[in-house]
């Protein structure tokens, strides 16, 4: 079965740059969700879309957006990039369809970003 | 201050016999609990989910129990392979905002 693409899959960048982090959700999942997860501590939730749309929002700094487009990717853009921003970021998607594990998250197998 | 907490790091199990992972939480808007699996350079793979008006979900070798007044759930695994070591994560949700609050995980370690 078709799963959570993200790319790319290792990211290095240096301070005060820019990156840019892609989300394929699962065919037919409408809500696409962001992680951060930093060495040894748990994935940590900042944004969430459905249906395009900014759903909820957690711990994501000012220095980071992010959008859903009209094929249900996602992007994380972050800018300003700092040395505490190295971490795993993870992108998870799920479906409101009202189909088995309907709202259950699938997770992507993350973008490691390291800055220097 | 950590909602989901996942209070034993590690845990080594002989293969063949039961793993149990535990979990609690403090906030008791959470009404969906699931367990995920991950393993190293790989993104958290769901395994189990419960919601908040059951006390037990079963799914093959792998059993979900939910205390709501004690705000604790467990994982059962049994019986145990090596192939399960992993790190497993605990993770509730709140539905009226669909977002997951993860504990910190254990790593479990199932020896031959």
């Known amino acids: 079965a078709a799963g959570v693409i993200q790319s790319p899959r290792h990211l290095i960048k240096e301070k005060r740059e820019t990156a840019t982090l892609k989300c394929y959700p699962i065919p037919r999942h409408d809500t696409v969700y962001w992680y951060q997860q930093g060495p040894g501590q748990d994935p940590q939730f900042l944004i969430s879309?459905?249906?395009?749309?900014?759903?909820d929002k957690g711990s994501i700094p000012d220095r980071f957006s992010a959008q859903q487009f009209s094929d249900y990717h996602s992007e994380l853009n972050m800018s300003s990039l700092e040395l505490g921003d190295s971490a795993l970021y993870f992108c998870?998607?799920?479906?409101?369809?009202?189909?088995?594990?309907?709202?259950?998250?699938?997770f992507g197998p993350g973008t490691r970003l390291t800055v220097l | 201050d950590q909602q989901v907490k996942q209070n034993s790091p590690s845990l080594s199990v002989q293969e063949g016999r039961i793993s149990i992972l535990n979990c609690d939480y403090t906030?008791?808007?959470?009404?969906?609990f699931l367990w995920y699996k991950k393993y190293p350079a790989e993104g958290p793979t769901f395994l189990i989910s419960i919601s908040s008006i059951k006390d037990k979900n079963e799914d093959g070798r792998f059993t979900v129990f939910l205390n709501k007044s004690a705000k604790h759930l467990s994982l059962h695994i049994v019986p145990s392979q090596p192939g399960d070591s992993a790190v497993y994560f605990c993770a509730t949700e709140n539905s009226g905002y669909s977002t997951l609050t993860f504990g910190k995980g254990t790593m479990l370690l199932v020896s031959p």
């Open positions: 998870a998607s799920s479906s409101t369809s009202g189909a088995p594990n309907t709202d259950t998250q699938y």
């Open positions: 906030n008791s808007m959470f009404d969906y």
């Open positions: 879309f459905y249906e395009k749309m900014q759903s």
